[in-house]
């Protein structure tokens, strides 16, 4: 079980991530930065100067693995506790049937480069090319690069992973 001590600093990556430390660990008070992913987490000036501090990255396996070699280089003993797996889970045939006959233009909201990876993996060739007639709002310019790499056209960038920022970015360029 995580407990905080006296003054001791947390950190998430998002939102939803520093809500689940404050139920587990009952922190009051976790720092999360504006960009929800690795580098926002890493930009933080918080993390810049680590020399000498013990850091424990609570995690799973996988991911793009930047935080601890990051953290190692500015100078701080990493600890990784692999709490979680992810684990990819396929579209479903009804997923896919949907996929295929949509007809309306459609936005892929993209948070996950990962998720993006294993989805163009596992869907048929039919399906995948009405998937890549899809908008993309990508939640970072690192995704945007990887949408943009993944044969993807129109991409706009959010200002968050938040889904309320997705969506407010979605909505923006279609008025557009």
């Known amino acids: 079980a995580l407990h905080a001590r006296d003054r001791q600093p947390w950190f998430a990556v998002g939102a939803s991530t520093a809500a689940a430390l404050r139920r587990a660990a009952r922190v009051g008070v976790v720092i999360a930065p504006t960009r929800m992913d690795s580098d926002g987490l890493l930009a933080l000036p918080a993390l810049r100067d680590v ?26 003993q990493v600890l990784r506790a692999n709490v979680y797996a992810r684990i990819a889970i396929p579209p479903s045939a009804r997923a896919i049937d949907a996929l295929r006959n949509l007809q309306a233009p459609a936005w892929l909201m993209l948070s996950s ?10 869907l048929p060739a039919d399906a995948l090319a009405v998937l890549r007639r899809a908008r993309v709002v990508a939640a970072s310019e690192r995704l945007a690069q990887l949408a943009q790499a993944h044969g993807f056209e129109q991409i706009v960038l959010a200002t968050s992973a938040m889904p309320r920022d997705l969506v407010a970015a979605a909505a ?3 008025l557009a």
């Open 172 to 174: 923006q360029a279609a």
């Open 113 to 122: 480069g990962a998720a993006l990876e294993q989805l163009l993996a596992t």
């Open 51 to 76: 020399r000498g501090c013990t850091i424990g990255l609570v995690t799973a396996a996988g991911g793009r693995d930047i935080l601890a070699p990051t953290l190692q280089q500015r100078g701080a």
